[in-house]
């Protein structure tokens, strides 16, 4: 938040803190010694980079993770607050900024964030920590990759680096996303990035938008040719250094990049092979599969029912409560099925539907009058209970 968490949190004083931005030297000096401190209370510490190029600094950012064996999970923040002698304490969700005074300013103080990493105290837990690090690092970073790279499919979020597989799950988002690595430096290698570049940090903007814009997939034509969301534009509107790329550097830039016609598919087949995802992939294509044939199954069936409305829908949900099927074949159950309904699809003898499709045409009426029956006895318990 820049320093001005506390603008409306008063000290003893009544008034808010005074917090100044910091130079460099102060920056440094305050990280290093909160960092000790903060060792002493998580396993893992780190204070994600900044933006290159940074003049001053408003705050100072920590990411945390693994509380020590010796302290309750209930008392960690007021031990933070009573380890780093804060004057202030502000929790923000996930986050929790301290103000601690200033190194070297009489009444002044620092402002100091501390974030418990995503699945603290899980067995994946310091590889979320690494992860969330790197796309906390470097100002924009993440986010001009995404961007960049987003019309191959590729995509980051907090739970790592994804493929978007398009044409499947179409109503559901998360589950078009096959995971592929939560590791920064294989992100990096399989974007064709220069991991040692990256480890050694970058000089000021422009040198991380070269080392961006030098991947293997980058293509500042089709990148030119984008489909800008909504949240792009604000992301611009609000984000000086993704801003800073899109309008100034791109401009200047208009010949970079790869001459190579990358595809989602070239893409996605070599993430497959090297993150070795090829069975997670069929898994997922098969599931959408299997729904989608279901769907058209019970497509069917609804064609087949000469009723309408609300018959219809009793008629529907007894056919899923109330059949079972043994060898291939239905049959009308002795009790109904409330919860986890089998899927039509997977237990009927294969090449079957026409059969099927009789079948229901003679018995769903009976199947429906169970339902109606299971209803009015429920209805009735309510009634008198």
């Not at 910091?22 to 990280?31: A, G, I, N, Q, T």
């Not at 070239?266 to 069929?282: H, I």
Request: glycine share 8%; net charge negative; charged share 25%.
């Amino acid at each position: 938040m820049g320093g001005l968490v506390f603008a409306s949190t008063p000290l003893a004083s009544g008034k808010p803190p005074h917090v100044p931005r910091m130079s460099p030297e102060v920056y440094r000096k305050v990280s290093a010694e909160c960092k000790l401190k903060l060792g002493t209370l998580f396993n893992n510490v780190v204070v994600p980079r900044d933006a290159p190029g940074k003049a001053d600094y408003g705050d100072v950012d920590f990411l945390v993770e693994g509380i020590a064996s010796d302290t309750w999970p209930r008392e960690i923040w007021f031990k933070t607050k009573e380890l780093l002698d804060a004057a202030l304490h502000l929790p923000r969700g996930g986050s929790h900024s301290f103000a601690i005074l200033h190194p070297d300013i009489p009444e002044a103080y620092v402002q100091v964030d501390v974030e418990l990493s995503p699945g603290n105290g899980t067995p994946g837990a310091t590889e979320l920590f690494k992860w969330t690090a790197f796309m906390k690092g470097d100002g924009d970073l993440l986010q001009i990759i995404g961007i960049t790279h987003r019309y191959l499919g590729l995509t980051c979020n907090d739970k790592g680096l994804h493929f978007r597989v398009k044409d499947i799950h179409t109503d559901n988002k998360k589950k078009q996303l096959l995971f592929l690595t939560r590791d920064p430096d294989e992100a990096m290698k399989f974007h064709g990035l220069d991991v040692a570049k990256y480890h050694e940090g970058f000089a000021d903007e422009n040198e991380l938008f070269d080392w961006v814009t030098n991947g293997r997939f980058f293509s500042a034509s089709i990148f030119a040719d984008r489909t800008e969301k909504s949240n792009d534009r604000s992301r611009q509107k609000k984000r000086s250094m993704y801003a800073q790329f899109i309008e100034v550097y791109m401009p200047l830039h208009a010949g970079k990049g790869t001459s190579t016609e990358w595809t989602q598919q070239v893409v996605l087949d070599e993430a497959l092979a090297a993150f070795d995802k090829r069975a997670g992939y069929e898994a997922m294509v098969a599931e959408h599969n299997a729904i989608k044939d279901e769907e058209q199954l019970w497509n069917k069936i609804r064609a087949v029912l000469p009723v309408e409305g609300n018959p219809l829908k009793l008629a529907l949900r007894g056919l899923r409560r109330w059949v079972v099927f043994e060898d291939g074949e239905p049959r009308i159950t002795e009790e109904p099925m409330l919860e986890d309904h089998p899927a039509w699809t997977a237990s009927m003898a294969f090449g079957s539907i026409e059969k099927l499709l009789c079948w229901v045409t003679d018995n769903w009426e009976a199947i429906k009058a169970l339902e109606k029956a299971r209803v009015m006895v429920v209805k009735e318990a309510m009634a008198t209970g």
